[in-house]
């Protein structure tokens, strides 16, 4: 079963981007991925969790859905400009990532990851 991945920086270098050795956007990762930016403090990033939770496991194979600890990793969170959280962040393969800002419906995140990512919900 497909569970949501923590991710560290070193991590983030490796899956999905090495700022170090790139100054323009390159995916590392092999499928699209959505990263939430989080907090434990975070009441809108709980309710967040477990309809990620749902996805990861919808579209096991096809995206990836990691986490960030916005506490922890403050250079990540700096980086992307994190002001408010939840912040979701789409990352197609090909092409710039696009901020989503706010707890939003499953079904958003579906219209997201459709039109962003261009990966259709699988048919079960």
């Known amino acids: 079963m497909a569970k949501v991945?923590?991710?560290n920086e070193q991590d983030?270098?490796?899956?999905v981007f090495n700022f170090e050795a790139n100054q323009?956007?390159?995916?590392?990762?092999n499928i699209p991925c959505m990263i939430d930016f989080y907090a434990d403090w975070c009441g809108p990033?709980?309710?967040?969790?477990?309809i990620l939770e749902e996805l990861q496991?919808?579209?096991e194979g096809l995206i990836n859905i990691y986490k960030i600890d916005t506490e922890v990793e403050r250079n990540l969170a700096g980086m992307f400009g994190i002001q408010s959280i939840?912040?979701?962040?789409?990352v197609p393969?090909?092409?710039?990532?696009?901020m989503a800002?706010?707890?939003?419906?499953?079904?958003?995140?579906?219209?997201?990851?459709?039109?962003?990512?261009k990966v259709e919900a699988p048919v079960k």
């Not at 983030?12 to 899956?15: A, I, L, M």
């Not at 939840?86 to 789409?90: K, M």
């Not at 393969?93 to 696009?98: A, K």
């Not at 800002?101 to 459709?114: E, H, N, S, Y």
């Open 5 to 7: 991945q923590f991710l």
């Open 12 to 15: 983030f270098k490796e899956k």
């Open 24 to 29: 323009d956007w390159k995916f590392e990762g």
């Open 45 to 50: 990033c709980k309710m967040v969790a477990p």
């Open 57 to 59: 496991e919808e579209y």
């Open 86 to 90: 939840p912040s979701l962040l789409f």
């Open 93 to 98: 393969s090909e092409g710039q990532p696009q």
């Open 101 to 117: 800002v706010g707890a939003l419906p499953k079904d958003t995140f579906k219209k997201a990851i459709a039109d962003v990512l």
